[in-house]
């Protein structure tokens, strides 16, 4: 007679909503680095199983290989891990298993299956601009043969979602992995901003060609065009957008001014932008005055200086809403993975994490990880795998 526990462990699992947006279609594109010979598990399954243990809150490999073998039977056969014939029980994956697949997988490709994934289940864009940052960012304990850490290129729309990331070459910055990066989205109707290190003219004539605009800040990396944008008669020009906020213990306010251009050293520059920052610590009693300098692609009149105002300090959100995130919520700093592509993929599935919850209507990231691990049918569910 079966057990209590092995009636449990065969219990159906919840069927796939229709309309959801299954992960594993996605996953099914990725290249598989394992030999053909002797793979029991597919390798959607055991990315899946992986994607789900971070959605719940798992911070290390070792977390996502106590959750997959603590997942009951229902979502070890959602996730699509086999079921032995006879007996009706499910086979579940050895730690070793998953760590040689997750070491040699492509996270290029992965990335790219996570951003398309991302994509298909957000909600269709409207007809405004779409503004997207690109910043990067180092894996502090990631360190390899050749370099003392990696860092990752992310590109991310203002409302928090990685649409796309691009590791950077050892021994290289991130100037060479801004177009790869950009490469996989569509980027007809958006905006992109991006730091100064970006402000480069092939970047702007990439964009441009794709259907980009930009927002480009100015520094002395550019002499030339940064001399003649700072010495524009800013005493003289309108301001077009004011902006004062009271939080933290401290005052800022934001002055606008733009001014139109004819002709500027950069591809398809239209405008100047000047944003002048007062912000006074009530605490410290320090007062910083800031003045930064930007270019734009947008002619005037296509965006209010509210507008700009806002994708230029919207482009800090790429800080706040995702490297933020994975060092406090996902201790991302404090992990020793540097096993092969390992610090890559693991960043890919935070990437797919704080995206799928922030896509849901989560606002607070780890409240959200604790929400989903109380439930195993939460995370299948978001990713598609179960109702």
């Given at each position: 007679m079966p057990t209590a526990l092995g009636q449990l462990a065969r219990t159906p699992a919840p069927a796939p909503l229709a309309d959801a947006v299954r992960l594993s279609g996605f996953l099914d594109l990725l290249p598989d680095p394992r030999g053909v010979r002797g793979r029991r598990y597919s390798l959607p399954a055991?990315?899946?199983?992986?994607?789900a243990s971070v959605l719940a809150g798992a911070r290390s490999f070792t977390a996502i290989t106590e959750w997959i073998s603590d997942a009951p039977g229902?979502?070890?056969?959602?996730?699509?891990?086999?079921?032995?014939?006879l007996t009706g029980t499910v086979s579940v994956p050895h730690p070793h298993t998953l760590r040689r697949l997750l070491v040699q997988l492509d996270g290029d490709a992965l990335d790219q299956a996570i951003g398309a994934?991302?994509?298909?289940?957000?909600?269709?864009?409207?007809?405004?601009?779409?503004?997207?940052?690109v910043d990067g960012k180092a894996l502090r304990g990631s360190r390899t043969a050749t370099t003392t850490h990696i860092t990752l290129l992310a590109a991310m729309d203002h409302a928090g979602h990685v649409l796309a990331?691009?590791?950077?070459?050892?021994?290289?910055?991130?100037?060479?992995?801004?177009?790869?990066?950009?490469s996989t989205i569509d980027l007809?109707?958006?905006?992109?901003t991006a730091d100064a290190l970006h402000t480069q003219h092939a970047h702007g004539s990439y964009l441009r060609e794709r259907g980009a605009h930009y927002i480009a800040q100015v520094k002395a990396n550019h002499p030339g065009l940064?001399?003649?944008?700072?010495?524009?008669?800013?005493?003289?020009i309108a301001l077009d957008h004011y902006d004062r906020t009271r939080a933290h213990h401290r005052l800022e306010i934001r002055r606008l001014k733009t001014a139109a251009f004819a002709?500027?050293?950069?591809?398809?520059?239209?405008?100047?932008?000047?944003?002048?920052?007062w912000r006074k610590d009530f605490t410290s009693g320090k007062l910083t005055i800031e003045r930064v300098y930007l270019i734009t692609s947008l002619p005037p009149g296509t965006a209010s200086g509210a507008r700009l105002a806002d994708w230029i300090r919207g482009h800090w959100k790429?800080?706040?809403?995702?490297?933020?995130?994975?060092?406090?919520t996902f201790r991302e700093d404090d992990s020793k993975i540097h096993a092969g592509r390992l610090p890559r993929v693991m960043a890919g599935l935070r990437n797919l994490a704080i995206g799928v919850h922030r896509q849901d209507g989560h606002t607070n990231i780890a409240a959200a990880l604790r929400h989903t691990a109380r439930d195993c049918h939460r995370p299948l569910a978001a990713l598609g795998l179960t109702g």
């Open positions: 055991l990315v899946a199983a992986a994607a229902w979502a070890c056969r959602a996730l699509g891990f086999p079921v032995d014939p994934f991302l994509a298909s289940r957000a909600t269709p864009a409207g007809p405004e601009l779409r503004a997207i940052a990331q691009r590791q950077v070459a050892d021994k290289s910055n991130e100037i060479p992995a801004f177009q790869p990066l950009l007809t109707g958006t905006v992109i940064f001399d003649r944008v700072r010495h524009l008669p800013w005493r003289e002709h500027l050293d950069y591809p398809d520059a239209r405008q100047a932008l000047q944003v002048v920052r790429i800080e706040n809403l995702l490297h933020h995130v994975r060092d406090r």
